[in-house]
C-alpha cells in the first residue's frame, strides 16, 4: 500500500503508515499457508496456563473491595469450556438485555430476533431503556477516550443491571446482564481485567460512581462473568432446534465470520466446544447452524477480520470496502458457494452487509446476503422476514436466500405494508412488555 505524507493529507492514520511488503506471490502464499496452519489449531495459544482473572475477582470480593454480581441457580446457568478448558456459565433466564447502537441503530431485526426467540422459550428478561453505548468504538476508532471513561461505563452500565430488579420487587441481581454486541463484549472483558488487576484504575472510577450514585454499599459492582448472547444462543442450540425450527435448512451452505472481539480479544474466555470443528475453532454461531441442520462450508479466509477496524472504517474506508469484498465476501461466495454467511458482531454485520456494492464500481459482483446468528435461527422457526427479522433494512440481497428457505418475500412484503398500516393507527404490537421497558427512575442518591 502506498506510503502517505499525513501531514499533506491532514489525516494521521494509524501510527506507522502502511507501506508496501513487496512480496512475491510465492512468499504471500507461504505467509497465509502459516496463518492456516498454525492459527487453524488450538495448539498455537494453548501455552503455559494464563491467570484465570475470575479469580483475582474472588480476592477481591473477599477483602470486601468490590461486589460480584453472581450467576446463582435462578439463572437456569449451563456450563461450557472455554480455549483452556477453563468453566463459564451462562445463564439462560433473568436476563438483562445489554443492547447495542450500531444494532438498533443499522440492523433492527438483529435484537428483534433474539427477544422473538426468547418469548418463544417464555425466558424470563428486562429490556428496558436505562442503559448507555459501551463507548468503545469511539475508544477504538478515535483514540478520544481513555481507559478511566470506559471503566466508569462499565461499572455504570453493570450497576444498573445490579440494581434494575428493585423497581419491580426483586432482589439485588435478579436480571444478569446478556451484552448484544461483540464489540462491548470485547471491550468490557478487557477493562474488567484492568480493573481487577489495577488499584488505581479501581480508586478512579469508584469516585467517579460515588459521585452518580452508581456504588453499592460504596462498592464497585463486577460481574461474574461477562456473556454475549451468542454464547446465550450456543448454550440454547439444542432447544432451539427441537422446539422451536420450523424450517428445513438442510440444502443450506453457511459460511460463518467469528468476530475479532469475541474471540481473539481476551481469548481465554472465548467458548470451544469438541463437538464443533474439533474444538479447533470458536464454537459460537457454528454450533447454531449445525444444530439447525445447515451445512457449514469452511473458506481459506475464516480467519481475516471482516475489514471494520474501527478506525479503518473512518480514515481508511476504501480499504474496508475492498478489504471486505476481496477477502470475505468473494471467498465466502467464490469458495464456499456460501449461501449466507453468518456472524455475531454488530460490526462485521454492518461492514460485509452494508459495503458489497462497491464491487459494482469495478464490476466485481460476489453478493450474498449477511446476517447474525440469530436472525438465522428466528428465520428457521418461523419468524417474519420483515417484521420480526426486519431483512428491509439489509443492503446484501436476501430474498433468494428467504425463497429457497422455503418464506414467501412477496407474501411476506404483503403482510407487513398491512402491518404498517396497523402501527400508523396506533395499534402496536410489542414484542416484550413496554411497562418492563421503562426506568422507573431509582433513588440513586450516593451510597
Excluded at 425466558?123 to 471503566?151: F, K, M, P, R
Aim: glycine content about 6%.
Amino acid at each position: 500500500m502506498e506510503t502517505r505524507d499525513h501531514n499533506a493529507r491532514g489525516i494521521a492514520g494509524h501510527g506507522s503508515f502502511f507501506r508496501e511488503t513487496h512480496l512475491s506471490a510465492a512468499e504471500a502464499e507461504q505467509a497465509t499457508e502459516w496463518v492456516r496452519r498454525h492459527v487453524d489449531r488450538r495448539t498455537m495459544d494453548l501455552g503455559a496456563r494464563m491467570d484465570d482473572i475470575r479469580e483475582h475477582l474472588a480476592e477481591l470480593e473477599k477483602d470486601g473491595e468490590v461486589i460480584v454480581h453472581r450467576i446463582t441457580d435462578a439463572h437456569e446457568p449451563v456450563d461450557t469450556k472455554t480455549l483452556y478448558g477453563w468453566n463459564k456459565r451462562i445463564p439462560t433466564n433473568r436476563l438483562w438485555h445489554h443492547k447495542s447502537c450500531g444494532q438498533c441503530g443499522n440492523i433492527p431485526g438483529y435484537p428483534t430476533s433474539l427477544l422473538w426467540v426468547m418469548n418463544r422459550f417464555g425466558t424470563e428478561y428486562l429490556d428496558e431503556t436505562d442503559q448507555t453505548s459501551c463507548t468503545a468504538w469511539n475508544y477504538h476508532g478515535s483514540g478520544i477516550g481513555n481507559v478511566e471513561s470506559l471503566a466508569a461505563v462499565f461499572l455504570r452500565n453493570f450497576h444498573q443491571a445490579y440494581v434494575s430488579g428493585k423497581q419491580h420487587g426483586f432482589d439485588l441481581g435478579h436480571f444478569y446482564p446478556l451484552v448484544h454486541c461483540g464489540t462491548s463484549f470485547g471491550n468490557y472483558k478487557e477493562i474488567r481485567k484492568y480493573l481487577i488487576e489495577s488499584a488505581e484504575l479501581r480508586d478512579k472510577v469508584r469516585k467517579i460512581l460515588g459521585k452518580i450514585g452508581r456504588l453499592v454499599d460504596g462498592k464497585i459492582v463486577i460481574p461474574e462473568e461477562i456473556v454475549h448472547y451468542s454464547e446465550w444462543l450456543h448454550v440454547m442450540r439444542r432447544r432451539i432446534a427441537a422446539e422451536l425450527q420450523r424450517v428445513d435448512v438442510s440444502h443450506l451452505r453457511v459460511a460463518v465470520h467469528p468476530a475479532c472481539h469475541v474471540y481473539k480479544m481476551i481469548p481465554e474466555d472465548a467458548i470451544y466446544d469438541p463437538e464443533v470443528l474439533g474444538g479447533n475453532r470458536v464454537a459460537v454461531t457454528t454450533s447454531v447452524a449445525m444444530s439447525l441442520g445447515a451445512q457449514v462450508i469452511d473458506y481459506s479466509t475464516w480467519y481475516d477480520c471482516c475489514g471494520f477496524g474501527f478506525r479503518h472504517i473512518i480514515s481508511e474506508r476504501e480499504f474496508v470496502r475492498s478489504f471486505t469484498m476481496d477477502r470475505k465476501i468473494r471467498v465466502a461466495r467464490q469458495e464456499a458457494r456460501a449461501d449466507v454467511l453468518l456472524t455475531h458482531d454488530t460490526g462485521c454485520v454492518t461492514t460485509m452487509d452494508k459495503n458489497q456494492w462497491i464491487g459494482k464500481a469495478h464490476d466485481r459482483h460476489y453478493s450474498m446476503p449477511v446476517m447474525a446468528d440469530v436472525q438465522f435461527a428466528a428465520l428457521a422457526c418461523g419468524a417474519d422476514p420483515l417484521r420480526i427479522v426486519q431483512l428491509q433494512w439489509h443492503a446484501s440481497p436476501c430474498e433468494e436466500l428467504v425463497e429457497k428457505m422455503g418464506i414467501d418475500w412477496v407474501a411476506a412484503k404483503e403482510r407487513f405494508n398491512e402491518y404498517l398500516k396497523e402501527v400508523e393507527a396506533g395499534r402496536v404490537d410489542y414484542l416484550y412488555d413496554p411497562e418492563r421497558a421503562v426506568n422507573q427512575h431509582l433513588n440513586l442518591a450516593p451510597t
